[in-house]
């Protein structure tokens, strides 16, 4: 059974680039979470995804957008990136019936 | 605004000596309290989740147990694999709190 998985692992961006960073749920999962996690601290609730709607949205500009596929899979865009964005940005998915969510390994994003 | 705070921020302890971690929480409507571990550089994995105060869970040298307005992640014997960064997480009527974790070091 697949878990959560990302891509790419690490990525290495400019400062004012673009950046488009992939998921695809656990098998049986319908719902899509994105979160970024600074060095030393927990992660922080971007948005989520079902049905191919943004459902619920955290403290996050309009920089940081995202979509979900028919096959439940997500992308996460950042744009005009900062040097505050580098990061660890989590994937998890679940089931829209439980709140328990699981993670993907991540992609540390880097911005120089 | 729905608050986690987790203590002690870093841990260190003896292979076998037991000890204790606190999730401090405020939410409107808990609708579930979840502890999740973490390697470095990797994403975070799920270990329990606890609804309603009075409930516990376990799993190997894990316990988690859960009151009205924190939760305590005991580790009974720990092994140097035990070694992580522990996250507790809260869901509220919106997105899922998590703390800053508890960062545990298990010394042979």
């Known amino acids: 059974d697949a878990g959560v998985t990302q891509s790419p692992t690490h990525l290495i961006k400019t400062r004012g680039q673009q950046v488009t960073l992939r998921c695809s749920p656990k098998s049986g999962h319908d719902t899509v979470s994105w979160y970024q996690q600074a060095l030393g601290q927990g992660p922080q609730f971007i948005f989520q995804y079902y049905e191919e709607e943004e459902r619920q949205r955290g403290n996050f500009p309009d920089r940081f957008s995202g979509h979900q596929f028919p096959n439940y899979s997500s992308e996460l865009n950042v744009n005009a990136l900062l040097l505050g964005d580098s990061a660890l940005y989590l994937c998890?998915?679940?089931?829209?019936?439980?709140?328990?969510?699981?993670f993907g390994p991540g992609t540390r994003l880097t911005v120089t | 605004e729905d608050q986690v705070t987790q203590s002690p921020e870093a841990l260190r302890l003896q292979e076998g000596e037991s000890s204790s971690l606190n999730c401090s929480y405020t939410?409107?409507?808990?609708?579930?309290l979840f502890w999740y571990r973490q390697d470095p550089g990797k994403g975070p994995e799920f270990l329990f989740t606890l609804y309603s105060a009075g409930e516990e869970k376990e799993k190997e040298r894990l316990k988690a147990t859960l009151t009205k307005k924190e939760s305590f992640l005991h580790i009974t014997a720990p092994k140097p694999e035990d070694s992580a960064t522990y996250l507790c997480?809260?869901?509220?009527?919106?997105?899922?709190?998590f703390g800053a974790g508890t960062r545990l070091t298990v010394k042979p």
């Open positions: 998890a998915s679940s089931s829209v019936e439980a709140y328990e969510q699981y």
């Open positions: 997480a809260v869901q509220g009527g919106n997105d899922m709190r």
């Open positions: 939410v409107s409507g808990l609708r579930g």
